[in-house]
């Protein structure tokens, strides 16, 4: 499914398409190509959050029950700082209380798959940048910031991370198609668009408009008025 030549009817240009079509060939050099593989995910307790929100972790190497399509709903998020968790937790709460079952997808915890070996390398870099940022004025001010301000704002940024999520497709191939998927980082959403699932929600927990959170073919959720107009024009 191409999501990088195109988005939301804004035609990339060839040089960022080969530019994503590079990085995408690069991963698959480093950490392999698993796009045929068929991963049959099965769900056990969450050791910490089981007891409180009901919550299941999502596995494709481990013996447990099968997933519930019916009443059950996909908490997409991915292991890189707290925030995603917390809000990843907080949207499983709101599951529960509704009476359904939250299942826990968290990318990184299929560790060994090309989806979680590249989103771990990712993690591992953006720990190692926000440490050098907080230690290092001038790295902050002229590489971090700059990256994290405007760099994540653009949508040739947006197109190469979609290339990347056709990597990640694989880990949703067992799902129901119409089975609700709620993401907490544009990542797993992309995740879940690219396997071909089709009530996919990606809430958007910053409110500095960037193309970095954007997943297009899902409902897109923000937390203001003023924030859904700085993403309509990434402003």
């Not at 040739?156 to 949703?172: G, R």
Request: charged residues 20%; contains cysteine; positive net charge.
């Amino acid at each position: 499914m191409d999501k990088t030549s195109s988005i939301f009817s804004n035609p990339i240009l060839q040089k960022t398409i080969r530019e994503a079509e590079k990085k995408q060939k690069s991963y698959i050099k480093e950490f392999g190509d698993d796009r045929n593989v068929n991963y049959t995910l099965t769900a056990l307790k969450n050791p910490v959050l089981y007891d409180n929100f009901n919550v299941m972790n999502l596995y494709n190497n481990k013996e447990g029950s099968p997933i519930d399509f019916k009443k059950g709903i996909i908490v997409g998020n991915i292991r890189m700082g707290f925030g995603h968790y917390r809000i990843a937790i907080a949207v499983a709460s709101v599951v529960k209380h509704l009476g359904y079952i939250p299942y826990w997808f968290d990318i990184n915890g299929f560790s060994d798959t090309t989806a979680g070996k590249i989103v771990e390398k990712l993690n591992q870099l953006y720990s190692l940048g926000s440490r050098l940022s907080q230690k290092y004025a001038l790295f902050n001010k002229f590489f971090w910031e700059p990256l994290n301000y405007e760099g994540f704002k653009k949508l040739t940024y947006n197109a190469v991370d979609q290339k990347v999520a056709e990597l990640f497709a694989p880990l949703c191939s067992s799902l129901d198609k119409n089975m609700p998927f709620i993401a907490t980082h544009a990542w797993p959403a992309q995740t879940a668009i690219h396997a071909g699932m089709t009530n996919v929600i990606n809430m958007i927990p910053d409110n500095w408009p960037m193309a970095l959170h954007l997943a297009e073919g899902a409902i897109h959720t923000v937390q203001s008025p003023s924030s859904y107009l700085g993403y309509r024009i990434l402003r």
